[in-house]
């Protein structure tokens, strides 16, 4: 070989090395998932808040808040089921409503998710927390699942390496799961239907207020271990709260010296808390994207109206109650702190929705999209990095309420379609039989149904949806 060739040879392997040296390493993910806190439950979010939420606030001090952000839904399963696939959950089986005990997965077999996505990129992901979205239980009939067997279709066969949680902690079976399997036999029984959960098997000894803290310190011990090793990790981390059953634990009962539900809400900072604690611990810190949200925007639920009554405002400036089509039922609180790369302190009106998550990911390891999957998932990472956009990021983002109803919003319009039209119901509380529009950059609290007065309006966001609805999807 002659020696010129020899030389480009090593000029190419030297460029190649001095390249891949230069790639930033990426970044470790957690993202933790709060059941049921409105955007007014954080205490820098709501001047009148009773309960003071430190570590929560301390992700807005040290990263963004984005104060326009949305669940896929009104209510738990859905809203799962599209941050984790980047799809709205409508377009599923689920059209209204969550999934009950032993329902069958709703994520499908060969739909990319967040974690798989990773995965292939090189992370080690795992689910810390409730699932609520659905497993193949080893049942026959309508009886109860053989525990003593392994549950197929749960989340390390959608894309997690590791899972530890309650499923749902007030849905039996009453215990904790480690990848496809009970920890322990429920062989107990929980024989009343209360706000603790339905009827069903329980492990002997089951108590609700352990479960939080067994949680925080699964997750902690998962931030310290996967720390060691020279593989980022992406940690999905949905609480348990502060959603029924409200069982804060020994420590937090009565420390809010309001209710239950505020010592509950004092627990769940407290957890955020232990999470930036355990990243502090290991020196992971500068190298690691958090995220704080919610799977929906509740404003009134068990202990809220009490807590109204003694002057907290949970959700002051937002209409509606946790199943709500209106902004309180979907509109969240969202932080986002990765030093070095999210400006410290800062803020963002546009708006957002959880499927986002998945295109988002894309981006920072540095990947796109296949067509088949995040169909209705936006790439927001330019929002979080503070970076010139020329518009907004999201043409359009499709809200959800529990009983299936559809709302469109496209800059500060926002188009309520009737029941009738979406074959979604009518009757359920809080929620509107007719077609209503608002402007929310002067009536975000939804009091003035403009509807008749802009039909132009009316008319491009009813054709938006149905076109949405027509090619399944949303994203360009």
């Known amino acids: 070989m002659k020696p010129t060739v020899l030389a480009a040879i090593a000029c190419v392997s ?13 970044p470790n993910i957690v993202l933790v998932l709060a059941d049921d806190m409105g955007h007014g439950h954080v205490s820098c979010l709501n001047p009148r808040s009773k309960v003071s939420t430190p570590n929560t606030d301390r992700l807005a001090r040290e990263g963004i808040t984005l104060t326009d952000a949305h669940s896929g839904s009104a209510v738990c399963s859905p809203t799962r089921y599209g941050l984790l696939t980047g799809r709205y959950a409508w377009r599923t089986r689920l059209v209204r409503g969550v999934l009950g005990p032993y329902d069958p997965p709703l994520i499908e077999k060969d739909r ?16 810390v927390g409730k699932w609520h979205l659905g497993w193949d239980w080893p049942r026959e009939g309508k009886g109860d699942p053989d525990f003593t067997q392994p549950i ?24 904790f799961l480690e990848n ?44 310290s271990e996967r720390s060691k090793a020279k593989q980022p990790f992406f940690l999905y981390f949905p609480l348990t709260s502060p959603h029924e059953p409200i069982a804060p634990s020994k420590p937090f009962r009565g420390k809010s010296g309001l209710n239950g539900l505020a010592d509950f809400l004092l627990e769940t900072d407290a957890v955020v808390g232990r999470v930036l604690e355990a990243i502090d611990a290991v020196g992971a810190a500068g190298n690691t994207l958090v995220i704080f949200t919610a799977d929906n925007g509740s404003s009134m639920y068990t202990g809220g109206e009490e807590l109204r009554r003694k002057g907290h405002e949970p959700s002051a400036e937002f209409r509606g109650f946790k199943a709500s089509i209106y902004e309180g039922g979907h509109r969240v609180p969202f932080f986002a702190r990765w030093p070095g790369k999210i400006a410290p302190g800062s803020s963002s009106q546009e708006t957002i929705c959880l499927t986002d998550m998945v295109a988002t990911a894309a981006a920072i390891v540095g990947t796109t ?14 929002v979080l990095l503070g970076q010139e956009r020329k518009g907004p ?42 077609a209503e529009l608002y402007n929310l950059s002067e009536d975000v609290a939804e009091t003035k149904n403009v509807y008749s007065e802009q ?4 008319g491009r966001l009813t054709e938006l949806l149905e076109q949405y609805r027509r090619t399944g999807r949303s994203r360009p």
């Open 112 to 127: 990319l998710t967040l974690p798989e996505l990773l995965r292939r990129r090189g992370y080690h992901t795992a689910c």
């Open 369 to 382: 999209l296949p067509d088949d999957a995040g169909e209705d998932s936006y790439n927001v990472l330019p």
């Open 393 to 434: 990021v999201r043409e359009a983002t499709v809200h959800q309420s529990a009983s299936g109803q559809l709302a469109i919003r496209q800059g500060s319009w926002k188009l309520i379609l009737p029941p009738a039209v979406q074959n979604a119901g009518a009757g359920r509380r809080n929620e509107p039989a007719t």
């Open 180 to 223: 496809d399997c009970t920890i322990g036999d429920p062989t107990s029984r929980k024989t009343e239907q209360n706000l603790d959960g339905r009827p069903g098997p329980m492990l002997p000894g089951w108590k609700f207020d352990e479960i939080l803290p067994q949680l925080a310190e699964r997750a902690a011990a998962y931030i």
């Open 14 to 26: 030297l460029f190649s090395a001095v390249s891949h040296a230069a790639d930033p390493p990426k």
């Open 455 to 458: 039909p132009e309006v009316v």
């Open 152 to 175: 197929a279709g749960g989340p390390t066969t959608r894309g997690f390496d590791a899972y530890f949680g309650t499923d749902v902690p007030n849905y039996p079976p009453y215990c």
